[in-house]
């Protein structure tokens, strides 16, 4: 999603450090693949993309990130707003590159 990543474990016996990051690393491409809004083939990305009005599936888990920023809006007054991706393109902090002048 545009950054890079540490773990620091602790690992307990019969633990390896290599299969702690193999479950790490499937993990975070799991979530990759719902969420990044930098590659064209995420949940998320494909759904931005859609022009359509009509219901549409998604994995439970980008359902379940929906709603509760949803409601972190509502308890806020809308001081959260979860559509900011416009915004954070728009000052060169998104997936479309970086800005040299300010909007």
């Known amino acids: 999603m545009g950054t890079t990543w540490q ?3 602790v690992l ?17 491409d799991e979530l990759e693949d719902v969420f990044s809004n930098w590659r064209a083939d ?3 990305s494909r759904f931005n993309e859609s022009r359509t009005t009509e219901w549409q599936a998604v994995p ?20 959260f707003d979860v559509t900011g991706s416009p915004l954070i ?5 998104g997936a479309t590159g970086r ?3 300010p909007p």
């Not at 307990?12 to 993990?27: F, P, Y």
């Not at 393109?89 to 902090?93: E, N, Q, R, V």
């Open 12 to 28: 307990s016996q019969g633990m390896a450090k290599d299969d702690v990051a193999v479950v790490l690393r499937k993990r975070l």
């Open 42 to 44: 995420s949940a998320v």
């Open 89 to 93: 393109d728009l000052w060169g902090f």
């Open 99 to 101: 800005i040299t002048t």
């Open 7 to 9: 773990a620091t474990v």
């Open 60 to 79: 439970r888990e980008l359902a379940e990130i929906v709603s509760f920023a949803k409601g972190v809006s509502e308890e806020t007054g809308a001081a």
